[in-house]
Nanobody
Framework: QVQLVESGGGLVQAGGSLRLSCAASGRTFMRLALGWFRQAPGQERAFVATIAPLGGRTHYADSTKDRFTISTDNAKKTVYLQMNSLKPEDTAVYYC????????????????WGQGTQVTVSA
C-alpha cells in the first residue's frame, strides 16, 4: 500500500492561490494513478483532478479545470495541486489518493489515502 502525506493547505482570500503537495512512499510511483479529492462539511467526497505520472495524462472535474492544475515531480514522488482564483465554494478538506491502475474519478476505486489538508477560502 502506498503511504501519502499532504501539505500546503491554509486560509486564503477569494481570488488567491494555494499549492497543495502530496508525497508518496514506496517504489511504485510511476505505475500509480494519483488523484485529488475534496470534501466539504455535510457533503460527499468529490473528485477534483487526477494524473498518471507515467506519461502525464490528466483529467479534471468541470468545476476546477480552468483554475486548478495537477502535476507531479517524479523524482520526488510528489503530486501537486496548484489552485488559482479560489472561491469560497472551494473550501473543503482536500485529500490525495493513489491506485495502481488507470485514471479514475471515483473515490471508491482508490485504496490509498492521505490524511487530508484543510483549505478555507474567505469571501
Amino acid at each position: 500500500q502506498v503511504q501519502l502525506v499532504e501539505s500546503g493547505g491554509g486560509l486564503v482570500q477569494a481570488g488567491g492561490s494555494l499549492r497543495l503537495s502530496c508525497a508518496a512512499s514506496g517504489r511504485t510511483f510511476m505505475r500509480l494513478a494519483l488523484g485529488w479529492f475534496r470534501q466539504a462539511p455535510g457533503q460527499e467526497r468529490a473528485f477534483v483532478a487526477t494524473i498518471a505520472p507515467l506519461g502525464g495524462r490528466t483529467h479534471y472535474a468541470d468545476s476546477t479545470k480552468d483554475r486548478f492544475t495537477i502535476s507531479t515531480d517524479n523524482a520526488k514522488k510528489t503530486v501537486y495541486l496548484q489552485m488559482n482564483s479560489l472561491k469560497p465554494e472551494d473550501t473543503a478538506v482536500y485529500y490525495c489518493a493513489a491506485r495502481e491502475a488507470s485514471l479514475s474519478t471515483l473515490p471508491g476505486q482508490y485504496p490509498s489515502w492521505g490524511q487530508g489538508t484543510q483549505v478555507t477560502v474567505s469571501a
